[in-house]
């Protein structure tokens, strides 16, 4: 992580996404707080994480408009769009605005998966192909890390002043991002011109990730643990509510908890990548959530404290694997769209299993649903490590030693042992 950290051109994107990642860490789950304190409601608290993952639907036209221009100037206009759409956030007041932060969660869900799909393109043209795993396991040990004082900060914010200052908190750090990168100095050809028609290059990025094999087992098996995944965004506010005893704001303490985990996996996520392969690191992340699950069932603190750490570890490993994967099995042109459905794939199950763990929570107990949480997720990440041999380990470039023409051997003539002219002087 430390080579890639030496890349001037790398730190400077390094500091604009670390200013929007705060604020982004702050604002998300202040919204749901923000809900469940406006509607008393466990689900409709959760409902707000769906309303972000629900616009995923959109993301091959999301991918196409990004493959359509260059990545930094695209980065920087989405970074001030996003902190323009936080803005009708100011006109919420009572439970009859809920609807206003539903929206704009939606909008920001939108926002999210551009910025995303055009940083995966813009981290390929700075980072070189070796390096891609310790790039993307910097940026998801900063975003993990924020969630140790992250979210506690906009909790306590939310608490003591108010949304507003959370919203304009958040918009700073985006115009900030965008202000940093538009420093950013990039080469960047306009991209070619569509070889084929509208729809066929809405649909590109699905044909690609459906014919490549490595990719096709990754969303297939972190897919399928997306689709029970989700059900912990609901199950959360549960687990502190009914079985803790504790307000909805110290969902905060726990995030923070495992923001720990988080900050271990990111810091591990590349040697990982490294040793077992990017599906193999993804298996791993998957895998772990589930015993991370299974350890909610008991409603106690010191397990659930364990639990949220392992749940942390879990997660880097299976972004920097997945993120990974995608870069380096994809044309540079055709990234935007296969990042972007590669999001929609995982997200779209993932905002299934938030609605339904909005509706199941309120019929069922929540410590029968982390028990289905855990069971799945662990079948899911078995299966996955599997197939981890499709994607061997890429082992790090050995610098080549320095090397000197050699230089040409001439013998020297050799002296006869008996030479008849030898002590012949001239003249004589």
């Not at 939606?106 to 995303?116: F, K, N, P, Q």
């Not at 014919?211 to 087992?217: D, G």
């Not at 299966?383 to 050699?406: A, C, D, F």
């Amino acid at each position: 992580m430390r080579t890639v950290l030496r890349r001037p051109d790398f730190r400077l994107l390094f500091v604009a996404l670390l200013a929007s990642m705060a604020a982004e860490s702050m604002l998300l789950l202040a919204l749901a707080i923000w809900v469940k304190d406006l509607t008393g409601s466990d689900g409709l608290a959760g409902a707000t994480i769906f309303a972000i993952i629900a616009p995923m639907m959109l993301a091959p036209l999301i991918g196409w408009v990004v493959d359509r221009y260059r990545r930094r100037p695209f980065f920087v206009v989405a970074n001030l769009g996003t902190a323009l759409l936080l803005s009708p956030l100011f006109a919420v007041r009572d439970r009859a605005d809920v609807w206003i932060i539903y929206v704009v969660a939606a909008c920001y869900g939108l926002s999210y998966l551009t910025l995303h799909a055009t940083l995966s393109g813009l981290l390929r043209q700075l980072v070189p192909s070796e390096l891609l795993a310790d790039a993307n396991g910097a940026l998801q040990t900063v975003r993990q890390g924020l969630r140790l004082g992250g979210p506690l900060a906009g909790a306590a914010l939310y608490a003591t002043v108010g949304g507003w200052l959370l919203t304009s908190l958040a918009m700073t750090g985006f115009v900030v991002a965008a202000a940093v990168v538009g420093l950013l100095r990039v080469t960047e050809h306009p991209p070619a011109a569509a070889a084929l028609r509208w729809p066929a290059e809405l649909g590109a990025g699905l044909r690609h990730l459906t014919h490549e094999a490595a990719l096709r087992r990754a969303l297939l098996g972190y897919g399928l643990g997306s689709l029970v995944m989700g059900f912990t965004e609901s199950l959360i506010f549960a687990y502190v509510d009914q079985g803790l005893r504790r307000d909805a704001a110290f969902v905060g303490v726990l995030i923070a908890v495992q923001g720990i985990g988080g900050l271990t996996g990111g810091l591990l996520s590349s040697t990982v990548v490294r040793r077992v392969g990017e599906l193999g690191a993804l298996a791993v992340g998957v895998t772990l959530f589930g015993p991370a699950a299974l350890t909610l069932a008991w409603p106690d603190l010191r397990l659930g404290v364990l639990a949220l750490l392992l749940a942390g570890l879990s997660l880097p490993l299976t972004m920097v694997g997945l993120t990974t994967l995608v870069q380096r099995r994809t044309p540079p042109g055709l990234l935007g769209r296969v990042t972007a459905a590669s999001e929609a794939l995982v997200s779209g199950p993932q905002a299934v299993s938030i609605g339904a763990g909005a509706l199941l929570v309120g019929v069922f107990d929540y410590r029968l649903l982390f028990v289905l949480v855990g069971v799945v997720t662990t079948a899911a990440g078995l299966w996955l490590w599997r197939g981890r041999r499709l994607t061997p380990p890429v082992p790090p470039k050995q610098p080549v030693p320095p090397t000197t023409p050699p230089v040409a051997h001439i013998p020297a003539p050799r002296r006869p042992l008996s030479d008849p002219t030898a002590d012949r002087l001239p003249g004589r």
